[in-house]
């Protein structure tokens, strides 16, 4: 067994035991793989330990690997920034977006969106505690932004992504995880049918699932330290 999937298994195993202790389905929590950084035998790798799904930060390295592992039957997420002269290439290759923050960016993403395609899935990105340097919409605006991107044609919503400042202190944490997820809850008190609530990394993957996640984005704990 490969070091990547033993590491796999680590990861699938922290994932059941705190939903086994917090009376959740396991199923209810997907694993996004972010293999940013690392080159497409270590997706190969991943995949051969049955991961399927994998996260990409730097859009052009992501579009490699896409155009690289089309032999395999893999699902590509766009987590990072995006800047207007991307949104071609992101529209074109990859399934799912987590990042938008802005309406601008998800129209071109809707006009640029191969018609043979199915619709490419969207996570609004929330700046969910305020950091100054944080991408993302505050709380406050994040329901007009979700209902202008719900009526775009070639995009489906499907749900919100955050990436809170790192705490010291694991109450603190699980807060603002509870934050984004009566955000969610929020969301779809007003009609909009989220089934996605993007949250957690390697670092707080326990109280990310622990408030709600239904999508945690796990990268060095599987590849190793970049």
Request: with cysteine; net charge negative; proline share 5%.
């Amino acid at each position: 067994m490969s070091a990547i999937a033993e590491n796999l298994h680590r990861v699938q195993a922290r994932i059941q035991a705190v939903c086994q202790a917090n009376d959740r389905d396991p199923a209810g929590v997907r694993l996004l793989a972010v293999s940013k950084t690392f080159g497409a035998e270590a997706v190969r790798q991943a995949h051969a330990a049955g991961q399927t799904a994998f996260g990409e930060n730097y859009i052009q390295e992501g579009v490699d690997k896409i155009l690289a592992l089309q032999d395999l039957p893999l699902e590509w997420h766009c987590i990072g920034p995006i800047q207007s002269n991307k949104t071609r290439l992101v529209a074109a290759h990859f399934d799912w977006v987590h990042s938008v923050d802005r309406l601008k960016t998800a129209e071109r993403l809707s006009a640029q969106r191969p018609p043979e395609l199915a619709p490419l899935q969207i996570c609004i990105q929330v700046n969910i505690d305020g950091g100054d340097n944080k991408s993302g919409v505050l709380p406050g605006e994040a329901l007009a932004l979700a209902q202008a991107v719900a009526a775009l044609p070639r995009l489906q919503l499907r749900g919100i992504m955050t990436i809170p400042e790192p705490y010291e202190d694991p109450e603190h944490t699980r807060a603002v995880h509870a934050q984004a997820h009566a955000l969610w809850l929020q969301l779809k008190s007003q009609g909009l049918n989220l089934d996605t609530l993007s949250m957690g990394m390697t670092a707080d993957l326990e109280a990310a699932v622990q408030e709600g996640s239904t999508m945690v984005r796990v990268g060095t704990a599987i590849f190793g330290r970049r």
